[in-house]
């Protein structure tokens, strides 16, 4: 009985190896290590399959999809080039595959050559419409983009995917369809309550649509989920400055701002407007010479700088930065009326007359209160 025993035993192990000795038998063993998300084991095991048989179709899409999801993009092309070859039966899935791994190498326009051929070949498929969506989302065709994700929506039954959400809201939004965004970004969070980036992207959709309260429990969550980098911060100062015009509350937040983002010159730029309302003249012109600093063609702010220096009397300091606004931006209406505030607060009429004739030419609004100084 014990030799039968150990019989049974030696004929199982010599079976599993023999098995693991074909092509079937390592194509076998990379399906089930694929299935357990040991994608690198898999890729071994599949690669010895093909080492065996070097037409196995099958095998060859199993390592090109395996290599797409551990980001190995260029081996990926490789078997997965190697399986058009071989003429599979499910071609719109091996051109998916080949379209995924361009779009990993940021190769978009041959990523969405590729989706075509396999939207193509089945017009119900619905990844590829996700993933040439992304493509042309980091294209910045968000029109294009929108159509696909849209179009996948309309074919899956079930999306799990909160970034897939983040992504369609985020080319709402840029298309200016702020209510769509709310619903593509509350599909997101329910999926992730975690995602810091759509809540704060979910209080821009609800800032842009007025919807103010909403707009700052959304902000304020997102800077809950992420304390480190505060990503609602500037956007409940916008609210605070663009919509309800508190400015006391818009210093508070755009100056929290300034501690988290130090490159953003619109932040400094309407802090600056906000200490000017204000009648902070030396506060303004700090922030706004921190803005021009940071870009200095920035006529909004170099117009704003010039008149907080305007008000506390530094007169050829401010023409500096206004000559700039007025040689670069023949319509600047407020460079030339601040120019000429300056010029009669240094009694030269004759540089004022001229700002005078030129926002007279404009039919600016700004040439008859300048013409009272004259």
């Not at 084991?41 to 199993?62: G, N, P, V, W």
């Not at 209406?333 to 009694?347: M, V």
Request: charged fraction near 30%; hydrophobic fraction near 35%; charge should be neutral.
């Amino acid at each position: 009985m014990k030799n039968f025993v150990f019989l049974l035993m030696v004929m199982a192990i010599s079976g599993a190896l023999h098995a693991q000795t074909t092509a079937e038998g390592w194509f076998s063993k990379g399906k089930s290590l694929k299935s357990d998300e040991k994608y690198k084991e898999a890729a071994d095991a599949f690669k010895k399959a093909i080492a065996l048989k070097t037409d196995y179709t099958e095998a060859l899409h199993q390592l090109g999809w395996c290599y797409n999801e551990l980001e190995m993009y260029n081996e990926a092309l490789d078997a997965l080039k190697k399986e058009e070859k071989t003429n599979p039966d499910d071609k719109a899935a091996n051109w998916q595959e080949i379209g995924y791994a361009y779009k990993g190498l940021k190769k978009y326009d041959d990523a969405i050559q590729y989706f075509n051929k396999a939207i193509a070949e089945d017009p119900e498929y619905a990844l590829p419409y996700k993933e040439r969506g992304y493509a042309y989302y980091k294209k910045q065709d968000y029109q294009k983009a929108l159509v696909d994700f849209n179009k996948y929506v309309s074919l899956k039954e079930e999306i799990t995917d909160s970034d897939f959400y983040y992504d369609k809201a985020w080319c709402e939004n840029e298309l200016e369809k702020y209510d769509d965004a709310v619903t593509s970004l509350n599909k997101c969070v329910a999926l992730d309550e975690t995602y810091a980036d759509a809540y704060s992207e979910l209080g821009f959709s609800y800032f842009k649509l007025k919807r103010n309260d909403e707009a700052l429990t959304a902000y304020r969550k997102a800077n809950n989920l992420d304390k480190q980098k505060q990503l609602g911060i500037i956007g409940i100062a916008d609210v605070f400055y663009t919509n309800l015009k508190n400015y006391d509350s818009a210093i508070y937040y755009f100056e929290k701002a300034t501690s988290f983002n130090k490159t953003n010159k619109s932040i400094y730029y309407k802090l600056g407007w906000c200490y000017n309302d204000k009648e902070r003249y030396n506060d303004a012109v700090l922030v706004l010479k921190q803005a021009v600093t940071i870009d200095k063609d920035y006529n909004l702010a170099l117009e704003e700088l010039g008149y907080c220096l305007y008000k506390v009397k530094k007169y050829d300091e401010a023409l500096i930065y206004l000559k700039q606004v007025i040689n670069k931006d023949p319509k600047s209406e407020l460079g030339r009326y601040y120019a000429g505030l300056c010029y009669s607060a240094k009694g030269n009429k004759t540089d004022l007359r001229k700002m005078y004739d030129e926002l007279k030419s404009m039919n600016s609004s700004y040439a008859n209160d300048l013409y009272k100084l004259l």
